[in-house]
């Protein structure tokens, strides 16, 4: 069942979005050849719970972080440690917020320094794919049309998106109903109705689409090693279209 949120409750949901994005931002000055992902992880950890929130994801399904930061070819759920970023790394930041009741989720990718043309396509073409399926989110669509929107984009420009993780619903819970593909027909999945509310998390590979989860039961790798990339936004459906919940984020410049 697919929840429907009053307006009330889209504004608890935003409250902690807002969280969300700013600790993303916080993150993003904080990316510098050297520091380490443990040292991000303690940052937000500090900043959501100065706002009187609660990271989502600490002691999720026993997850023992504040944040997961996924270096390269991570493609999500990277655990925080004394690894140091170094100069034309890409890092991916997820972070959800958990306050007053209600959950926010978003992640961002960061070049650290310079990076390789390729990896710099690769962060463009993610977030381009993130931002085309929320721009398919209103009442009276079908799921499927932000699906579609989002591989259609990835694998115009010849990359790949993973199959095995995908997006969710949102709200009291961290993951509900419905799932959010980063694949599929237009056709395919429920009819968007206002008040649902969606965390949208394309996740992409700059090679193959297969992946493989390491012997800590979290980190997730791409098969072939290639580079991934990972954008997400909690969103609200209306009639008039998408309504992001996490901003401001990395991306609303000053
Ligand atoms: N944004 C991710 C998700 O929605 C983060 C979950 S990590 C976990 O699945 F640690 F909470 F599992
Ligand atoms: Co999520």
């Given at each position: 069942m697919i929840a429907i949120r009053r307006p009330d409750e889209v504004e608890r949901i935003r409250a902690s979005g807002r969280i969300v994005g700013a600790a993303l931002r916080l993150v993003q000055e904080m990316i510098?050849?050297?520091?380490t992902t443990r040292e991000i992880d303690e940052e937000v950890e500090r900043f959501i719970v100065a706002q009187e929130?609660?990271?989502?994801?600490?002691?999720?399904?026993?997850?023992?972080?504040?944040a997961c930061i996924s270096v390269?070819?991570?493609?999500?759920h990277g655990i925080p440690s004394s690894r140091q970023l170094e100069e034309g790394d890409i890092v991916s930041v997820d972070v959800g917020a958990f306050k007053d009741g209600y959950h926010g989720d978003g992640a961002w990718t960061f070049p650290v320094g310079r990076v390789d043309e390729a990896s710099a396509g690769l962060l463009r073409v993610t977030r381009e794919a993130l931002e085309a399926g929320i721009a398919?989110?209103?009442?009276?669509?079908?799921?499927g049309e932000i699906s579609h929107a989002i591989q259609q984009h990835v694998e115009s420009h010849g990359f790949s998106v993973v199959r095995m993780l995908v997006g969710h619903g949102i709200g009291t819970q961290l993951h509900e109903d419905p799932q959010v593909p980063n694949?599929?027909?237009?056709?395919?999945?429920p009819l968007l109705a206002a008040g649902m509310v969606l965390a949208v998390e394309p996740m992409v590979n700059s090679g193959g689409f297969e992946v493989y989860t390491e012997p800590d039961q979290w980190t997730v790798v791409t098969r072939d090693h290639s580079r991934s990339a990972h954008f997400e936004h909690t969103i609200a459906v209306t009639e008039n279209g998408p309504d992001i919940l996490t901003l401001p984020g990395p991306g609303s410049g000053a």
């Open positions: 510098r050849p050297g520091v929130a609660r990271p989502s994801f600490k002691g999720y399904r026993g997850y023992p972080a504040s390269n070819d991570v493609v999500v398919r989110a209103r009442a009276g669509h079908r799921l694949f599929g027909g237009r056709r395919q999945g």
